[in-house]
DNA sequence: AATGAATGAGTTTTCATTCAT
DNA sequence: TATGAATGAAAACTCATTCAT
């Protein structure tokens, strides 16, 4: 994720997995801050230390840039999710981790918000039709199902909860304030980004989610 | 909101704000299609019926309008929400005309979403130091405010509840669906666009807000 | 055909009828003297003494560009024929007369065959579908099937020959010559360009049409 | 001139041989296809199946290859006409067997037709001071000349006709058919490609040249 | 207030060629 | 002899903006 030693290691790494690495992370932060059509590939080029048509011969154009750093950025997420081990919880505590990582997953890679945020722009046009992302998210879905039931089973969460509504909602709560972040600190003149109000909204999601699933 | 009469009025006097109308229009459009990167002045010219130079003459750049159609797209929300007359209405049913209005708002708007998504890859740079947006939004702070202190006198809601925090939980359950409903509708493989759809989870975030504040 | 005074008249042509002449003449020029892919869009410009976005603005793209510069030729020598008024003469001087033009027209025109060449090259792919072209040449088809007939009728052609097989012979041994005049020149180490040789070849193709009509 | 078998022989030493020929031939293919300048070297080196630098490696540049296919091409048509014996063939026949095999080499050989044009494009740059070239084509006046003296003498030909004169009348007659027949089917609104009308064509022009010969 | 033409800097993309192994 | 990666110059095309009327 983070940014590579700049010069190309001549061992680990065989080099065009190094390029393409190089070409993925930068696009990845460009696409984030300015969009698919505010990016520019002579940016990326420079910003990942790599002649401009190698992002061309890897990848394509830079659309096709663009989705692959879409499913790689999916990928990310996910795969952190599965490292949680929520199966190995009970049901309210795995709920808890899982709410809390999905803030603090938004938290600390604020990209991963810009990038969706833009793909939806475009409808999504991007990442249709992946059957590779659908299959990370019947995953995701089996998990959350799983925690639901089990609460249900020993009566500490509410029955009958569509695993797909409260991921919804969950997601809401943590990505919105992210993805709108800039906008609301501008209408409401507070700085939502600091430390202290992140914070404060993380407990205020637990509480929410928390509140209607023990109803 | 929705397109204007095709041809310029008779009332020849009022040319100029025929023209501004149309370029606002169809600017909010484009720009809610596109971003404002993606959006061209081109196309912004003739989806309005007039000449490019328009454009310029009033609005200066292609950021000032773009400034202008947020600016218009906020007033538009907040002056429906101020005539929702909530005060009049019982804590209860005064929470739940609100969310409906907000949900309702946003699926008869998709627009807005768009466009407030768009504002955030800027970093809100375009709605800074607008006092009187600030000052539009402190009468939605007051609002809600209200509501809050009615509903935890009479004991129907949870006492120290902060507007802000709740707006934002709010709005995060509405906005959220529709920011990100096309690539929901991807990875869920499920099109959340239709009627049954958006009314199911309406229906989910009264819900949820609900168990919330009557905790 | 010449290439018009460097700056643009205020008076004879609106200003775009002189911006489209101009891409037009120079675009022929370099097209023919490079093909369509060696062709510069930029030097285009540079010869026309034109913005080079004009060139996208009114003909879309360096081929469309082309494709005008084809059917601008093709009407060119189409309209010199029409009005060389072969019906007012004698079918054995009418005939004389046609492949003398033929001949002459691409001894002055050479750019016609160099354009041409290219186009087959491209499998004429951008003038099929054109109506218009295909109706210039019926035109074409029946001025020569004119003076066969009456060239049958008063005894002095063989009968039965079809207009399009004449017509594809008269250009061939017109068109050849030009066409390939460099390779003919490298493999005979002769010159075939100076006035002297393509005046014997003038009177060579009369001749050799002559022959075969009057057979 | 067919494609050679895709996988290279066994006889290992031979590679390099086997390397060139794939280029050679897979460049003919390219270079007819879509001239000098719309030729890829990508393409070509993937069309024979060899890596790209080898066709630096054994031909200097993309230049250096069209030349070898040039001089290749017309290798290849003059040594099938040395192989017809005219000599041994009385004057009509040995001049019907000559004009006969020139149109079907081409009909066979469309390639050869379009690499000349696009050769003429660049004004024979890439077969100037080709001494070897015109070694062959010496030996072509002298087929022709014979033949045409022999015809003289027999009475069957008319006199004074200089071999030069009809060679060019001849390929004007076969050549231009296929090297415009694009345009041609186009203008016409005829496909001329199909059997019968190559057929027909083929006889025309042995009629064609009969006609001013025994004149 | 309005129009059509023009501009120039910038953007994506292409391509022949060379490098390192 | 052969390979995959890399390069840099140049190509087509785009776009916000301004000019002249």
Redesign the interface.
Known sequence: MAQQARKRPNDVLRDSEWTKAQLLDAARLEFS??????ARVNDIAARASVNKQMLYYYFGDKEGLYCAVLNHA?EGIRARENELDLAALAPVAAMERFIGFTFDYLTENRYFV?L?????????RH??D?EH??G??ERL?ETIGDILTRGEREGVFRPNVDP??LY??I???C???Y????????????DLSDRSATH??RQ??I??VG??LE?
């Open positions: 801050e300015k969009g698919l059509s505010g999916y810009a969706l945020n833009d793909e939806n722009i475009h409808k999504a990442i249709l992946s992302l659908q990370l998210h879905q797909i509504d919804i909602s997601a809401s709560l990505y919105f304030y993805s709108n972040i800039h906008t609301l600190s501008a209408i409401f003149g507070r404060h909204r205020h999601v509480d929410f509140a209607y109803k």
